[in-house]
């Protein structure tokens, strides 16, 4: 997964209140889109609340997840750099809400505040370092270490500690997993039996739990370990 670093969350107080201060607010719900590959590029979001993904798609229509963004990430701006068309989609996970900076407020700001290119510049580079790991995650990482990664994703994401167990909401279900590590559903869901059968995790009609993530980790780095 691409974590997408920044959030203009280090930006100075005052100089941060000119920049959102007067953003538009945009609910979502669950699985509504924000944008589509191909809009148009006219500003960027902040997510305020829930989880959203970044989502590409294949000419065949399969769907490969980019990113989970969380509270307080920015997704869009990169069309305050080039002003082109966006190249991905933006998918609520669950119920969003975001504050919306067009791209002629951002340029406005700037213009008055030259000082925010800076931040731009250092979250853009973050982003090129984390695509860079995405990118040596599916070369050198096998299908079933793809799966368990994506797993500990959610779990870091949108999962909820219970004692030692983590819970995952069945709102995730086994296409979201497989859409993330960018494998067929139906290696998911053998990974997933195996899982159990070490009693590792279970699944249920209501949520996935992590009973032991420790062990899970050491599944990841055997995976690692035998590429």
């Not at 090129?128 to 096998?142: G, M, P, Y």
């Amino acid at each position: 997964m691409l974590p997408f670093s920044g959030s203009w969350s280090d930006l100075a107080p005052g100089l941060e209140s000119k920049l959102f201060g007067r953003a538009s607010v945009h609910h979502l719900r669950a699985r509504d889109h924000l944008f589509h590959i191909g809009d148009a590029g006219d500003g960027f979001y902040r997510l305020e609340k829930g989880f959203l993904t970044v989502i590409l798609i294949s000419p065949e229509g399969q769907e490969r997840i980019l990113a989970i963004l969380t509270p307080g990430a920015v997704v869009g701006d990169l069309s305050i750099v080039d002003g082109l068309p966006r190249s991905a989609s933006a998918v609520a996970l669950t119920e969003c809400e975001l504050l919306f900076v067009s791209r002629k407020v951002f340029e406005r700001c700037a213009s008055n505040h030259p000082e925010i290119y800076p931040y731009l510049v250092k979250m853009l580079a973050a982003r090129l370092r984390e695509a860079d790991d995405l990118i040596a995650t599916l070369a050198f990482l096998s299908l079933r270490g793809r799966v368990i990664r994506a797993l500990l994703e959610f779990a870091k994401t949108v999962g909820q500690k219970m004692g030692k167990e983590i819970i995952i909401p069945r709102t995730i279900g086994q296409q979201d997993v497989a859409s993330m590590a960018g494998v067929a559903r139906e290696n998911v869901n053998r990974v997933l039996s195996d899982l159990q059968r070490k009693k590792i995790m279970t699944k249920t009609a209501k949520y996935y739990r992590i009973e032991d993530k420790p062990r899970l980790e050491q599944e990841l780095s055997a995976e690692i370990f035998r590429r």
